[in-house]
């Protein structure tokens, strides 16, 4: 069902960072105003109360500092929108990251995050700081470095997307957002999907190469982690050019804990249940006329067919200040 890609897009022979590292090497930007958008019922809360200790550090470092609290779903993207120059402090989970990014009209805005979320992939991806003045002395640093984006239909992700088992959970998750926000929400949606059967299966195409006839579970990454603690594509670097993908061969509760736990093995990739490739263009599409779910960034998408590509340096994103140079 599965195949395998030319040796050439494969993990082992993969093109090497263009820069050293995870963390390219840093620029200085001149010290600029900050934006700060903030969900305030993120992590029950701490987003609002992370917004205003950030927003008082930076003011009491001399910077312009501006406060936006959203209070529905979009306000992140019209806000970001509406931002010329400077940076933008995203304060909040994922989701009101997500939407930022998806807002930014002005490729010179520095993106920095201040987890107050949930799960907090991104930030957590990013090395950001989870401390409000730690934030502020990055800003006032004023070091950043460019970051690839995923685009898919239209919408950005820093994390990447996945279709079928993942998708289908943030579909459930979704569905409940009145209920308390936390890990626990994604409990139950979880056991529900991964124990309805038949999954739809899904025509995994990279770079114009059929690599898999039929996935029921299927990720592509930016980022090694795609939900929460499932490290799903450990070889994906933000600044390499392209995307990994994951394509499951079998899917079901005893695969689910399998690959969860296997996921932080160094051989992970060339596990004999799954296919692993990079590439810079991908199309996922259902078998038959399943309905197959979508998710960016931990968020529904729509349903497949779907079409993924990596946007090179497209987004700024802030770095930490450099370390002095040990004394000789």
Known sequence: ??????????????????????????????????????????????????????EQALQERGIETTLHITANAGDGQRLANTVEGGYIAVVGGDGTVNEVLNGLSDNSVCLAILAAGSVNVVARQLQFPQRPEVLADWITAAKTRPMDVLECGGRRAILGGGAGFDAAVAERVNASRGDKLGLWRWVMPTLQTVWARPYPMIRVTVDDREVCAASPYVIVGNCPFSAGSFRATPRAKTDDGLLDVVAVKRFGPLKMISLALGSFLPSFPERADLVYVQGRHVDLEPVDNSRV????????????????????DACTVLAPPQKPSPSR
């Open 1 to 54: 069902m599965c195949g395998q890609l030319h040796p050439a897009l494969r993990g082992e022979t993969r093109p090497e960072s263009r820069f050293s590292g995870e963390m390219r090497c840093a620029q200085s930007k001149p010290l600029m105003k900050t934006t700060i958008i903030a969900n305030p019922i993120a992590g029950n809360g701490r987003g609002q109360r992370y917004a205003d200790a950030l």
């Open 293 to 312: 779910p979508l998710q960016l960034d931990g968020d529904p998408a729509g349903t497949l067919p779907a079409q993924f590509d990596v946007l090179p």
